[in-house]
């Protein structure tokens, strides 16, 4: 055995050592000579070199520094020194302001770390001076900004920073606010897809509705697009509305001052806590020419006062705050975007569901149908909604119609903020001429670019040029789509039914890896963390793709954004699997193949993503924990007893409790409420009853199973397909337990399962069957309690949350629950 791993070994060298750069010492060896050498020729051939100040003298910057490295460079490059991006052992002088304990370790105990200041110094007396004292103080170094992840218990009191450490991914995703958007933009997708599947033909909007009768002329169609407002500020503002009317900015970052807190009087929340700022800073700060501190963390989204003063989304907030000094800045709360975002959905499923979700706050919903139907006016309609929306969220939305989705969008953009508009039918390429191609859909960058070589800027310029002139530059197809856009022609459909292309996980920050094992380690947290997703929407795949951000060539090793990716160049790899699956193991060996095809060093890495396509809905096979849905599946096919114990109810209604109850575990039993205890004692009894007339009464031959098989819409309630009514005895027992089994089966509940019950809870809100609602949400509460786990606690005030909102929108109270734990870990 050893044996073979010395030949393994030894064929290993042999296949570095030819790889085309043994004589270099090897890949990473000869890169840094390159770089080495490029440094050299560019200082040699720029004509920028005005003295030899530095003449012998080498350095490597490791970290920030004031300077940064790029002036650094820069300096050694005009004055005659040498600027090495990796530190070697012929490198002068090692320069830093801080550094980390990490750091420290791994360095050549050999070097001389002196600060920047230095560099500065011997610039400005012309001369190299005494480098002792700026020697690196170890013993007075400052905490630098860093990415602060939420502490877990467990956690030895230890912070995940990098992806070396276990716990970072799970840390990562909690964290990170395009995960959490994309996230809930799909799931709302799925949400519509789901509405549709168990929709059963009513609309109760459409019913309370009491307007005027006006409709269009047939056969018009009538497409609306609506958009939140200033999406994360409005909702952010609904618990700090003395902050209305102030420029406004969402953000982790604080910009060296605290963010403003809900229900909180501005006047103390506009004071700086420069501790408090530093320690929970999310990005590394980078010092300006004043002298000041500069956040390099971005502006998710700003209210209006913020924009009409200069701020943009995207924008960083050392910028904005040189911009407008006196911005306030709010935190994420992305619980309450969820719930916003659902009311949004609900509030127009309750009208139609020809609904295309785009996002968390916008969608295209066609209303032609509605309209012909109800035979109400579009401008009544609009105004109607849109107050609808308002007051169930207190947050404005603008809302765009047009005949097509194209100019439905461009509508909203007149509607904004907070208003409609109606785009004209006539003369439709009169008005779109002073439109800029740039909103076109599927016109980016590169083909503005291209465009405005020729001068065409506006849809105007665009409608003199011929068709053949169009696909002659750009192409057949998107020649063609220009021609018809820049008209206001858009033929796409809306698509009410959107399937998942790909599955994927992808991190592109704290990518810090110093050995192979690490990378090796990590993929197999993906792999893992990918065929979980796949499980949660029940699909499988049969194509994986490693994709890779690898760190540029000319890019510094640390990046200004603290454990950023920084400029990276991208790759990306697939490869074919030979059946569908979603099977961690299958999917890690597949990408560690590519992995090692690719053979990219792991330190260079800055981005890892693994992605599952062609995707199979069918048999897409069972996760290995137990899925609500699939138990309560399991129940639905027991119809036949099910029927029977409906019909035999009232006449064994007189017979006797019996003795003993097996099926039943007695700890539970003792542990219900007084009230909830004799409900399901007297439905078991009477289920029990059932079962034994049925026993005694059934003919021995059975009549076809066709004639007492009940219609689906028996068995499936149109009320509530995961929770069950009391009217169904047997359904209620055993709802107890597949609850109790599913509870039991994992240390983690599915995703799809918390919210399929989410879902079903709120329609026994809406049925007004709070009875059975409270008695299975209390028993719920007593199963999860006793796990003492807060995976199942945080998903169970999830589902507590959801139904306390619809309690709130339809009867203004909240239902009186339990939904306080043992752990007290998790509150």
């Given amino acids: ?131 002792k004292k700026y020697l690196y103080d170890f013993n007075h170094r400052v905490s630098q900004p860093k990415l602060t992840f939420a502490q877990k218990a467990e956690d030895d009191g230890k912070k995940a920073r990098t992806a070396v450490n276990p716990n970072f991914l799970s840390e990562f995703y909690s964290n990170s606010r395009l995960h959490h958007i994309s996230t809930l933009g799909l799931a709302l997708k799925d949400y519509v897809n789901d509405l549709r599947e168990r929709h059963q033909g009513d609309f109760p909007g459409r019913i309370e509705m009491n307007f005027s009768r006006n409709s269009g002329p047939p056969g018009q169609k009538v497409i609306m697009h609506i958009d939140m407002d200033c999406f994360f500020v409005s909702v952010g503002l609904r ?38 700022a530093e320690e929970n800073s999310k990005n590394i700060l980078r010092v300006g020419s004043s002298g000041k501190s500069l956040s390099l963390s971005e502006i998710a989204s700003c209210s209006y006062e913020a924009r009409q003063k200069g701020i943009k989304n995207g924008m960083f907030m050392g910028t904005a705050l040189k911009i407008c000094p006196d911005l306030k800045t709010i935190p994420y709360d992305f619980s309450q975007y969820r719930e916003v975002s659902y009311i949004l959905y609900d509030s127009i499923a309750r009208y139609t569901l020809d609904i295309e979700a785009v996002s968390c706050d916008e969608m295209f919903v066609d209303l032609t149908d509605l309209l012909a139907t109800t035979g109400v006016s579009c401008e009544d309609f609009i105004t ?132 192979k094992s690490e990378l090796e380690t990590f993929l197999r947290q993906l792999s893992e963390e990918t065929a979980k997703r796949l499980r949660e929407v029940g ?57 090692e095809e690719l053979n990219i060093p792991s330190e260079e890495l800055r981005g890892i993503g693994v992605q599952v396509t062609k995707l199979n809905k069918g048999d897409a096979g069972k996760p290995p924990q137990s899925s609500v849905m699939d138990l309560f599946n399991q129940m639905k096919a027991k119809p036949k007893l099910q029927k029977l114990s409906e019909a035999r109810k009232a006449e064994n209604a007189e017979e006797k409790l019996p003795p003993t109850m097996p099926d039943l575990d007695p700890e539970v039993l003792k542990a219900l409420p007084e009230e909830l205890r004799e409900e399901i004692l007297r439905d078991y009894s009477e289920w029990k009853k059932v079962q034994n007339s049925a026993q005694e009464k059934t003919p021995t031959k059975s009549p076809p199973a066709a004639k007492i098989e009940p219609k689906p819409e028996t068995v499936i309630r149109k009320k509530a397909p995961g929770l069950i009514s009391s009217s169904n005895i047997l359904g209620k027992k055993n709802w107890l337990d597949i609850v109790t089994q599913w509870v039991n089966s994992s240390d983690c509940p599915k995703t799809c399962d918390v919210e399929h019950l989410s879902r079903n809870a709120r329609e026994f809100v809406r049925a007004k069957d709070i009875v059975d609602l409270h008695s299975q949400l209390e028993y719920l509460f007593l199963l999860i ?9 945080k998903s169970y005030r999830f589902l507590i949350q959801e139904v306390q909102r619809e309690m709130l929108l339809i009867y203004e109270i909240k239902l009186k629950i339990s939904n306080k734990f043992n752990c007290g870990q998790c509150e």
């Fill in 384 to 515: 109607h909604i849109r107050a609808e929306i308002k007051q169930k969220t207190n947050c404005p939305c603008s809302v765009g119609i047009g005949e097509n989705r194209l100019l439905a969008r461009l509508a909203t953009r007149k509607a904004k903020p907070d208003g409609q508009y109606f785009f004209p039918r006539e003369n439709i390429p009169n008005f779109m001429q002073d439109v800029p191609l740039k909103d076109l859909p599927g016109v980016g960058r590169s083909t503005c670019e291209k465009l405005g070589e020729n001068g065409w800027v506006s849809c105007g310029d665009l409608q003199g040029v011929p068709l053949s002139r169009l696909q002659k530059d750009f192409g057949k197809k998107s020649g063609e789509n220009l021609f018809q856009l820049c008209r206001g022609q858009d033929n796409r459909p809306l698509n009410f039914c959107q399937q998942r292309k790909s599955v994927s996980t992808e991190v592109n920050y704290g990518i810090r890896f110093t050995k």
């Fill in 1 to 131: 055995m050893e044996e073979k791993q010395e030949k393994r070994k030894k064929s290993k060298r042999e296949e570095e050592e030819d790889n085309g750069f043994a004589q270099f010492g090897g890949y990473m060896d000869a890169k840094i000579s390159k770089l080495e050498q490029q440094f050299l020729d560019n200082a040699k051939n720029s004509g920028i070199q005005k003295s030899t100040l530095f003449s012998g003298i080498s350095i490597y910057v490791n970290g920030h520094t004031n300077p940064s490295a790029e002036a650094l460079k820069m300096i050694m490059m005009e004055h005659g020194g040498i600027y090495h991006t990796y530190e070697r052992s012929h490198t002068t002088f090692i320069i830093a302001s801080n550094l980390p304990d990490v750091k420290v370790r791994k360095m050549m105990p050999s070097k001389t770390i002196i600060k920047p200041e230095w560099i500065v110094d011997c610039l400005k007396e012309q001369k190299i001076i005494d480098y």
């Fill in 785 to 793: 309690n006793q796990k003492n786990n807060c995976n199942w606690h």
């Fill in 539 to 595: 699909l499988k795949g049969k194509s994986v793709t490693l994709k890779l951000m690898i760190r540029a060539q000319d890019a510094p090793v640390e990046t200004a954004k603290f454990m950023g990716h920084g400029i990276c160049d991208h790759i990306a790899k697939s490869s074919p699997l030979t059946t569908f699956t979603d099977d961690p193991e299958t999917i890690f060996q597949a990408i560690w193949k590519i992995s």
């Fill in 239 to 276: 618990s700090r509305p003395h902050l209305r009317g102030l420029p406004v900015a969402v953000t982790h970052s604080k910009g060296g001052r605290n963010p403003v807190s809900a229900d909180k009087s501005f006047k103390d929340l506009s004071a700086i806590d420069e501790e408090a």
